[in-house]
């Protein structure tokens, strides 16, 4: 699953510095990676559920909060824009193509799908890893619940995630240390590749004049991107790892 998430996190990478090439056909639309992820946060949570609602909240606060955070903020400083503190802790709930998100930082906008699916999370849990009628419940809650907003339909691959948490999948490939790697720091890199390409893209215009090539650009700062993304998962993320991995531990009870 590391694997997995690492090699979804750089197709949207890849889909983002190519767009000016117009090579969208190529590269379909990043959107079906950005919900592959959902359904793998659906499927891992599953597998971990111990139904500790309130330590699992915590966890998930304490192991998404401080790359998202640091990202927003990044994103408002380099859009010279007010922040608007209320994002910060995912509130209220914001549209994929909500123009605050696009000018910040437009990865940021699945966060916010993650963030408002987690407390539905025990669930999520129990439609997914019980008998099958479960499924058409938690489908045909969906579809009821799509009648007051489009966006529940981000539901749906958090279930199917969760459902295919009975099963085990393995892949050579996806378990090289390449692939690995790439999955320990996509987080990192999902959420702060377009702030780099946006910095890049900056500095070249105002070094050429104005005269910058995207396509050169997008290409030229990929290592950067890669090598940004390892020093916030060394020095922010994997911190928070840690921390939400000690919020995540039994208190120790002494025997009667």
Not at 69 to 78: R, W
Not at 145 to 174: E, K, M, N, Q
Not at 188 to 210: D, E, K, N, P, Q
Not at 229 to 245: D, K, T
Request: glycine share 8%; aromatic share 18%.
């Amino acid at each position: 699953m590391d694997g997995l998430r690492g090699v979804l996190a750089l197709y949207v990478v890849v889909y983002h510095i190519t767009l000016p090439l117009d090579l969208s056909w190529a590269f379909p639309t990043a959107l079906a990676a950005v919900v592959m992820f959902f359904g793998l946060s659906g499927y891992v949570l599953t597998r971990a559920w111990d139904g500790r609602y309130g330590s699992f909240l915590l966890r998930r606060f304490v192991r998404l909060w401080p790359v998202y955070a640091g990202s927003l903020a990044i994103g408002y400083l380099i859009a010279d824009m007010l922040p608007d503190w209320r994002a910060f802790f995912w509130y209220p709930f914001r549209a994929p193509s909500d123009p605050s998100l696009e000018a910040v930082d437009p990865p940021v906008w699945s966060l916010y799908i993650e963030a408002w699916a987690m407390p539905f999370m025990p669930l999520i849990a129990w439609a997914g890893a019980g008998p099958r009628w479960r499924l058409a419940i938690a489908g045909l809650t969906i579809i009821a619940l799509c009648r007051f907003s489009p966006f529940f339909i981000f539901g749906a691959p958090f279930v199917i995630g969760s459902a295919l948490a009975r099963y085990d999948f393995r892949d050579h490939l996806l378990e090289s240390p390449i692939a690995q790697w790439l999955g320990r720091i996509s987080y990192s890199l999902y959420l702060t590749h377009w702030l780099v390409l946006t910095i890049v893209w900056r500095m070249f215009v105002a070094w050429s004049g104005g005269a910058a090539s995207p396509p050169k650009i997008g290409i030229l700062c990929s290592p950067m991107m890669i090598g940004v993304a390892w020093l916030v998962w060394r020095f922010i993320e994997r911190p928070s790892i840690l921390a939400s991995r000690h919020f995540g531990r039994r208190p120790f009870r002494t025997p009667k």
